[in-house]
């Protein structure tokens, strides 16, 4: 019987390069973090590898946020159609076409309410992240009024990132994506999961590859940095074609690459439906090319986390071109600072300077935000409690 194959070893929990950006910033060496990686940890060199230099990103960026600088993020929970891997807080707007303007209406409440409090502590914003959910489908006017809303209520002169996710490449139009930029949004998040038309269908994606390619296109045309998702392990998927998506997607040169490992969520439709996947070993072998061929690439690793139920017991991990690491990303898995979460979802992380994290949970699902809002004082006072320790 194959023995299991452990690639974190001993390791638990979802930030594995906590582990090691601790040993970093206590005076270990590099050399040193990676031996005790490997034999006190038992992870594989590989992931011993990629573990230590998304530390070493961690403790870069670290050094260069303030105390009193923070991430600013915007839920949308709302998609086309709901992928079979996904238990995510998203609605079909499809069905839930009637809750979009309430919910946004609720939400310009909260980013007025939150503006407000964020000028009052003093706060410094440094990157802003749209997600969701598709941002992108929103109505044209609702994304600009959203958009209109954050850059007039919040002091966004301290931007070294500002990104959208426009998830669905059959979403992201021209007066869409000229209504982002215009807001100064400058990195754009484009996921097709895969390139294989047959793992699209199975997976309930509607667009089709030559959407990725027109959505690039346009996406070139306005400058703005680009990142692209890649998920191993879908249904229908092999090592083969996996690796095919992911040559397709380097031809395009995005300065971000992030690679997701299939995580069976229970309320998936894989899960419901009990779909077949591909195995760990598979799972494995689609990992192992994508180590490769990013590296070749010029690709570096700059930030990983992992999900209960992930396949193989792998990880996501982002890749990124010199230069251009996610600063929201970094923010948000290794906890550098405070994330103050708006919208459907969104979970504010108060990062405390004694290195307390305290967590405030905004309501999941369209309808039940919607009826939130005399909760945003609530909120609003849980953060001024903490605010004298961020």
């Avoid at 995510?88 to 007025?112: G, H, M, W, Y």
């Avoid at 306005?222 to 392990?233: C, E, V």
């Avoid at 991990?317 to 898995?333: A, D, F, Q, R, V």
């Avoid at 906890?335 to 405030?360: H, N, P, Q, Y």
Wanted: net charge neutral; with cysteine.
């Amino acid at each position: 019987m194959q023995q299991e194959v452990k690639p974190w070893g001993t390791l638990t929990g979802i930030r594995p390069s906590k582990v090691a950006e601790k040993l970093l910033i206590s005076g270990e060496s590099a050399d040193s973090v990676l031996n005790i990686l490997k034999q006190k940890y038992l992870v594989l060199p590989d992931r011993a590898g990629i573990c230590l230099e998304t530390a070493e990103a961690a403790v870069r960026l670290k050094k260069s946020l303030g105390p009193k600088d923070i991430a600013l993020y915007v839920g949308i929970p709302f998609c086309p159609t709901r992928c079979a891997y996904c238990s995510f807080v998203s609605n079909s707007v499809e069905r839930s076409f009637s809750l979009i303007k309430p919910f946004t209406e609720t939400l310009l409440r909260e980013i007025d309410t939150m503006s407000k409090l964020v000028l009052e502590l003093g706060l410094r914003i440094v990157c802003v992240y749209i997600g969701g959910g598709t941002p992108t489908s929103l109505d044209d006017a609702t994304l600009e009024a959203v958009m209109a809303a954050l850059e007039k209520s919040f002091d966004l002169s301290s931007l070294l990132e500002y990104t959208v996710e426009a998830g669905r490449p059959d979403t992201i139009t021209a007066d869409k994506l000229e209504t982002i930029i215009s807001h100064g949004a400058d990195r754009i998040c484009i996921n097709p999961q895969s390139m294989s038309e047959d793992v699209l269908s199975a997976i309930g994606r509607k667009h089709s590859t030559k959407d990725v390619y027109d959505a690039v296109k346009l996406i070139r045309k306005s400058k703005a940095a680009l990142n692209m998702d890649l998920i191993a392990g879908l249904p229908s998927d092999t090592v083969d074609g996996f690796s095919k998506s992911l040559d397709s997607i380097l031809e395009l040169m995005p300065e971000n690459v992030t690679v997701h490992t299939l995580s069976l969520k229970k309320g998936s439709r894989i899960m419901l439906e009990n779909t077949s996947v591909p195995d760990g070993a598979e799972v494995g072998e689609m990992l192992g090319y994508s180590l490769k061929r990013l590296r070749e690439s010029m690709y570096n690793p700059y930030y990983i986390y992992r999900q209960k139920y992930i396949s193989g017991g792998y990880e996501n991990t982002g890749w990124s071109l010199p230069g251009h690491e996610g600063i929201y990303n970094k923010c948000m898995m290794d906890e550098l600072c405070t994330v103050l979460a708006l919208g459907g979802g969104g979970v504010t992380k108060l990062v405390t300077s004694d290195g307390r994290i305290e967590r405030i949970f905004n309501a999941k699902y369209p309808r039940e935000y919607i009826d939130m809002t005399e909760k945003m004082n609530e909120k609003a006072g849980r953060i001024r409690e903490n605010a004298v320790s961020l």
